[in-house]
C-alpha cells in the first residue's frame, strides 16, 4: 500500500486533539475551538467577527460559545471602562477543560456582635408610585379598520373559455383572452 506524506511549511496548526475526541461537544463547538485555537495570540474575537469569517450566523456562533463555556473550554470576562460601561470582552481559550479556581467563602468567625439586620428600602418605601416588578406591555398601535383587498376579490377560480374563437388551428388572440379575463374579474 502506497504510503501519501504531506510536507507542511506553512498555513497549518498545531492543537491538541482532546477537544476532538471529546463526545461531549457538539460538531459546530468542535469547529469554532478549532477555528479559534488557528488564530495567532492577541487575536481579537467577537460574535460578529466570527460569524462573517464562518458560514454560521450570530447565533449559531453565540451557542457554540456558550456550550464551551459550560464545558471549560472557554471563558469570557467583560472589560470595563471609566463609568463602569463595558468597552470590550476579553476570551481566554483552553486546549483542555478548565475549571476556574473558586476560593471557599470566608466562613471563619463570622460578625456575631453587630449583623447588618436593615433591609433596603423598609423605613420609607415609595407608596405614591410604586413600579410593579414586571409591568404589562402597552399596545400602542393603531389598530387597522380599512377592509382588505382579500375580501373584496372575488375568490372562485378562474376556468378559461373553449377556444371558439380563432383560426383553424384552435388558437385565440391572446387580446381576447386578456379582455375575457379582465370582464369576469370585474363581474
Not at 116 to 143: F, I, T
Not at 150 to 167: C, E
Request: charged share 25%; aromatic share 4%; hydrophobic share 30%.
Amino acid at each position: 500500500m502506497p504510503v501519501f506524506r504531506i510536507e507542511r511549511t506553512r498555513d497549518y496548526t498545531v492543537m491538541s486533539n482532546h477537544h476532538l475526541k471529546n463526545p461531549e461537544l457538539s460538531l459546530k463547538a468542535k469547529g469554532l475551538l478549532s477555528m479559534m485555537l488557528s488564530f495567532p495570540d492577541g487575536w481579537n474575537y467577537s460574535e460578529r467577527g466570527l460569524a462573517s469569517i464562518c458560514k454560521e450566523g450570530v447565533d449559531a456562533i453565540h451557542s457554540a460559545i456558550k456550550e464551551l463555556e459550560s464545558t471549560g473550554y472557554m471563558e469570557r470576562h467583560q472589560l470595563r471602562g471609566k463609568g463602569g460601561r463595558i468597552v470590550d470582552t476579553e476570551y481566554v481559550i483552553y486546549e483542555k477543560p478548565h475549571t476556574p479556581d473558586m476560593a471557599p467563602p470566608d466562613t471563619e468567625n463570622p460578625d456575631m456582635d453587630s449583623p447588618d439586620m436593615a433591609l433596603p428600602d423598609a423605613a420609607s418605601p415609595d407608596a405614591a408610585a410604586p413600579e410593579p416588578e414586571n409591568p404589562g406591555e402597552l399596545n400602542n398601535k393603531k389598530q387597522n379598520t380599512k377592509k382588505s383587498n382579500t375580501q373584496v376579490l372575488n375568490t372562485q377560480s378562474f376556468t378559461p373559455p373553449a377556444p371558439s374563437q380563432g383560426d383553424e388551428d384552435g388558437t385565440t388572440d391572446g387580446l381576447t383572452e386578456k379582455q375575457e379575463i379582465r370582464s369576469s374579474m370585474s363581474a
